[in-house]
């Protein structure tokens, strides 16, 4: 290690320790939303290595597991890396002698977590009545999971209470099954006389990963875009209003030409059950898929994923996913590419893959004679 550490801090977190530890000299650069005016060196996913090279870096910082990519590419580049992915207040406390360590003082860090331990202990014998002598519980948050969301609370609860799906969700009665009609023709290629890489296919959305997920799922045919109004909010809540949001967008992108299909894609966030018997729920990323020949109308969801906790508190408090995660993450437009899913998954399933299965599956009842 060098003898005077030149650290670049590429997480918010290790700058705001280092900083608490006395070791600001050290820090010669650090990603954006750092408490620090040191240099900026990209965002938190997409760090600017150019940059983190020019300031002549001896060891980098990261934490968390949503950037082990981001601290293999710094160890490629040849750095120091000291990377903490705490899941617990005292692995927070026990995170600062090492995070300060790349500065080359891990006592400092160590100093750092014996005053913050103290300062708790303290507040706990404070709150604890008299005479009462316990032992101290650490109150722990675990993950994304609260007890409800504030969108379900008395107040606000008319706003998403679940309404009866066949009324949002399908306001068009579907009508007799017709032999012959056009899904059945597709199943069978037989648009008239047409194959299935004839169809043309209308996407309700101007983004393009929604294009591609169609695009995926339906390699033959000719996918247009068409940007149409989803008719629900910007950020859905719950999986009434996120499949009334993409079966409208199916049918306007449908009777918006001359088109074989329509289909439509929602993102949106709704509770599920944490699974253990209280009534704790944690909220998740929701996504689902519509797919209609102006008879029947086919839906599907696409994976779930859990949702940061301190992503969950900004929607929950009425922001919007996708601006949200640029915010967090200093990017710019991440729903245009790899998306939350993404991000969350480091990678491996990108917002494209995830709608993919989606519309995947809203597209069976045009391809399984079952249905
Ligand atoms: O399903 C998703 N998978 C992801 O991995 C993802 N990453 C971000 N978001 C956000 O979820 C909100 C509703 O999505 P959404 O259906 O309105 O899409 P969109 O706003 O990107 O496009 P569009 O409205 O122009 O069609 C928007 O804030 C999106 O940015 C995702 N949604
Ligand atoms: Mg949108």
């Known amino acids: 290690m060098a003898a005077n550490p030149r650290v670049v801090s590429l ?3 290790a700058t705001a320790i280092l900083t608490a530890a006395g070791l ?8 954006v939303h750092s408490p620090t005016d040191k240099p900026v060196v990209g965002g938190w996913l997409n760090p600017d290595f150019d940059r983190v090279a020019e300031l002549a870096a001896d060891a980098v910082c990261t934490c968390d597991d949503l950037q082990s990519d981001v601290a293999a590419a710094a160890r490629d580049r040849g750095y120091d890396v000291v990377h903490v992915a705490p899941a617990t207040l005292d692995e927070v406390f026990d995170s600062f002698p090492v995070v300060c360590d790349a500065a080359g003082d891990a006592g ?10 103290g300062v708790l202990a303290r507040v706990a014998d404070a709150r604890r009545p008299r005479g009462v002598r316990g032992p101290r519980v650490e109150r722990r948050r675990r993950g994304p999971r609260r007890r409800r969301l504030a969108s379900q609370s008395a107040e606000s609860g008319r706003r998403f209470r679940r309404r009866p799906t066949r009324a949002t969700v399908a306001p068009r009665r579907r009508p007799p099954r017709a032999v012959g009609s056009l899904g059945d ?6 648009i008239t006389g047409r194959r299935a890489s004839d169809m043309d296919i209308a996407v309700g959305s101007g983004n393009p ?16 875009a068409v940007a149409v109004d989803s008719g629900v909010s910007e950020q859905p809540t719950g999986h009434d209003e996120t499949i009334a949001g993409a079966v409208t967008r199916a049918e306007r992108a449908l009777d918006a030409g001359d088109y074989d299909l329509g289909v439509g894609i929602e993102g949106g966030v709704a509770t599920f059950s944490a699974g253990d018997g209280t009534d704790e729920t944690d909220l998740y990323l929701v996504m689902w898929a519509a797919v209609t020949d102006g008879e029947r109308v086919g839906r599907a969801a696409g994976p779930s994923l859990p ?20 915010d967090v993450l200093g990017t710019d437009d991440i729903a245009k590419n790899e998306g939350a899913a993404g991000v969350f998954t480091g990678g491996r399933l990108t917002r494209t893959d995830a709608l993919e ?5 809203a597209f069976a009842p045009f391809r399984c004679e079952l249905y």
Do not use: F, Q, W, Y
């Not at 023709?185 to 037989?190: G, L, P, T």
């Not at 949702?307 to 640029?326: C, F, H, N, S």
């Not at 299965?357 to 599956?361: D, P, R, Y």
């Open 24 to 31: 600001d000299a050290h820090v010669v650069g650090a990603t």
């Open 185 to 190: 023709r597709i199943r069978r290629r037989e």
């Open 209 to 224: 990963v929604k294009r591609r997920a169609v695009e995926r799922t339906c390699p033959d045919a000719s996918v247009a």
């Open 11 to 13: 997480a918010p977190s």
């Open 108 to 117: 400092a860090g160590a100093t750092l977590a014996e005053d913050c331990r």
């Open 357 to 361: 299965s989606a519309v995947t599956g």
């Open 307 to 326: 949702l940061p906790a301190r992503i969950a508190d900004r929607i929950d408090a009425g922001e919007e996913l996708g601006p949200v995660m640029d």
